[in-house]
Nanobody, 124 residues
């Protein structure tokens, strides 16, 4: 399974970005998620979505600003990020889970596949 993330960049505080992550080489993927890692910090959960898009899960710090969605026909998950803040600056990683079900975990060890990361820099 390969996950290819894109869409990162430099944006001013209050601005928006849309990240995309395309999956390939898989037979089945259930939940997909976005995580981020800032310099000197541990990787943290941002948002996740079930295979049928019925269940979404967000970190408290991004609720109301970020929206996760997926298009199974394109094998792609998106993260729309609005009202960005300096503290959102990080490398963003997409992840996929192969276990059957609608669980959308927030722990990194519950995901089986990871993309290479895309850098988001928010200037204040």
């Amino acid at each position: 399974v390969q996950l290819q993330a894109s869409g990162g960049g430099l944006v001013q505080a209050g601005g928006s970005l849309r990240l995309s992550c395309a999956a390939s080489g898989f037979s089945f993927i259930s939940a997909m998620g976005w995580f981020r890692q800032a310099p000197g910090k541990e990787r943290e959960f941002v948002a996740g979505i079930s295979w049928n898009s019925v269940i979404t899960n967000y970190a408290e710090s991004v609720k109301g600003r970020f929206t996760i969605s997926r298009d199974n026909a394109k094998s792609t998950v998106y993260l729309q990020m609005n009202n960005l803040k300096a503290e959102d600056t990080a490398v963003y990683y997409c992840a996929a889970r192969s276990a059957v079900g609608t669980v959308v975990p927030s722990n990194t060890n519950r995901y089986d596949y990871w993309g290479q990361g895309t850098l988001v820099t928010v200037s204040s």
